[in-house]
């Protein structure tokens, strides 16, 4: 059975982006168009990881993992930031707030898979 990963971000190109990459490599893609869409869908299907944006309206990446952390399902699952920010103190709080690892948009499709595998061990 393949694993289902959750695509946060507010922006559809990069949603469609990502969902085409990973579902290329045989995973199941769920998709959520800001933090409080993610933390609604994440509570209503359980995925294998998180793959979101930081910055999003309504409600952001980081408060997103702050969010997933509090729930038992969550406390192991990954959760990879794909995010244009790349300031080395955010990267030290979303650490803190739970997050698995991070890539900088725009990102290359190979790594992204690669990444996804490594943390998924796949």
């Known amino acids: 059975?393949?694993?289902?990963?959750?695509n946060v971000d507010?922006?559809?190109s990069v949603r469609q982006m990502?969902?085409?990459t990973l579902q290329g490599a045989g995973y199941k893609v769920l998709q959520a168009n800001d933090g409080a869409d993610g933390l609604a869908k994440a509570r209503a299907t359980p995925v294998d990881m998180v793959v979101t944006d930081l910055?999003?309206?309504v409600m952001n990446?980081?408060?997103?993992i702050r969010e997933l952390r509090k729930l038992p399902?969550?406390?192991?699952v990954p959760i990879l930031f794909l995010t244009t920010e790349s300031d080395a103190?955010?990267?030290?709080?979303?650490k803190e707030a739970?997050?698995?690892g991070w890539i900088t948009k725009p990102f290359q499709q190979d790594q992204l898979v690669a990444v996804v595998r490594k943390v998924l061990g796949a």
């Open 98 to 100: 739970g997050a698995t």
């Open 89 to 94: 103190n955010v990267k030290k709080e979303a």
């Open 73 to 76: 399902t969550y406390r192991g």
């Open 55 to 57: 910055n999003m309206p």
């Open 1 to 6: 059975m393949s694993k289902t990963i959750l």
């Open 61 to 64: 990446g980081l408060a997103l």
């Open 10 to 12: 507010d922006s559809a």
């Open 18 to 20: 990502v969902q085409l």
